[in-house]
T-cell receptor, first 113, second 112 residues
């Protein structure tokens, strides 16, 4: 069974803290993504990675960085958390084939106070 | 700019009734269109995926249709259940298959 796991379901951090969100997949997918989801805005792409040590900026990369040292793990880093980064963060992978099935993790609800 | 627009934003129906959610897109080139169901506080789960050559795809009580000429899709839910209460998100993939364009979703509430 396909699995994408995220390190935390809920996280509360203070302004200025460095925050790490981890995502692990067991499907050997090359493509991995980090999105944030806010009410009324849908899912917005922060960063994605199509191979180990490769990364590309998405639509809203400011204030974030990523790390992909191993194929199965894709980390999102908030260098200095701010209150406007309070959101739901979703990790996803993208399979191969005609339909490019995408699988999502359960999400991490981050609150920055 | 590639866009995906969904309507209505929210919908309330009674248990057992049918409903139809709409998705219009301007993404080009087009590879496939997906519908996801997202329960509150959870990640999205795929319901259907359709390529440009498919007109209809069913998954139990969920039936998605696609008109690639008019760039419209719909998701029809038959005999709704309380467990159908969720957000339904339309997602379009451009030709090269990596960056997906998401609609903002329709929030469905099924009441007893």
């Amino acid at each position: 069974d396909v699995k994408v796991t995220q390190s935390s379901r809920y996280l509360v951090k203070r302004t200025g803290e460095k925050v790490f969100l981890e995502c692990v997949q067991d499907m050997d997918h090359e493509n991995m993504f980090w999105y944030r989801q806010d009410p009324g805005l849908g899912l917005r792409l922060i960063y994605f990675s199509y191979d180990v040590k490769m990364k590309e900026k998405g639509d809203i990369p400011e204030g974030y960085s990523v790390s992909r040292e191993k194929k199965e793990r894709f980390s999102l880093i908030l260098e200095s958390a701010s209150t406007n980064q309070t959101s739901m963060y979703l990790c996803a992978t993208l399979g191969t084939g005609a339909t490019y099935e995408q699988y999502f993790g359960p999400g991490t609800r981050l609150t920055v106070t | 700019k590639n866009q995906v627009e969904q309507s209505p934003q929210s919908l309330i129906i009674l248990e057992g009734k049918n409903c139809t959610l709409q998705c219009n897109y301007t993404v080009s080139p087009f590879s496939n269109l997906r519908w996801y169901k997202q329960d509150t506080g959870r990640g999205p789960v795929s319901l259907t995926i359709m390529t440009f050559s498919e007109n209809t795809k069913s998954n139990g009580r969920y039936t998605a249709t696609l008109d690639a000429d008019t760039k419209q899709s719909s998701l029809h839910i038959t005999a709704s259940q309380l467990s159908d209460s969720a957000s339904y998100i339309c997602v379009v993939t451009p030709g090269w298959g990596r960056a997906l364009t998401f609609g903002s979703g329709t929030r469905l509430q099924v009441q007893p």
